[in-house]
């Protein structure tokens, strides 16, 4: 499990976490507690960097609580996974766009898969304060709460879709063994419903935290 505090990072804090999975091997990475993003004096970015390598037969969950964007914050989030070719894992990141009852803060995303060395999966979002201002390429309208999920391991099945009052999800193989769940909504248990339900019927629902 990950252990931080609710006071970082703040504005100008630059965090990274290097994980390496030996051939074989099997990490489970969570943590205690959903990470809240606080703003600086100034407007410095903060930073969260995650790289993980997976060896050969390898296997990575990584499924940490939400990121919450505090009102006023800027942030960045970049996670890059580097798989075996028969290497598998199950990624959650979750992101929470302000506190209850508050504007978000601004963040920008980066997720990016590679298995044997080519890309198997690759997604940037600007979300937020940063949405609002029109630069996002998939607008989240009213949602307050974003999920994605990438299962590598597992038939992938075909591409869905489910909605429901407040929010939306979709199911989106990117290989024959390897699929992406995206989801929005008004918050987090109305996201993990609908992904839960469009996940493969040849695996376990999808893990958090």
Known sequence: MLVATAASPVGGDELELDVVIGSEATASIGSIGAMLVWPAPTPAVSSMTTTVAVGAGGRLVLAPEPTITVRGSNHRATTRVDLAEDATCELVEEYSL????????????????????RALFHHDELLGALAEAGTTSVGVGTARHVTTALIVGEVAGDAATSVEAGGMAARLP????AVVLLGVGIDRPTVRRLIDALRSTVGPPVRYG
């Open 98 to 117: 302000g506190r209850s009852g508050e504007a978000p803060g601004a963040i920008e995303t980066s997720l990016r898969v590679e298995r044997g060395g």
């Open 174 to 177: 990117v290989d024959d063994d």
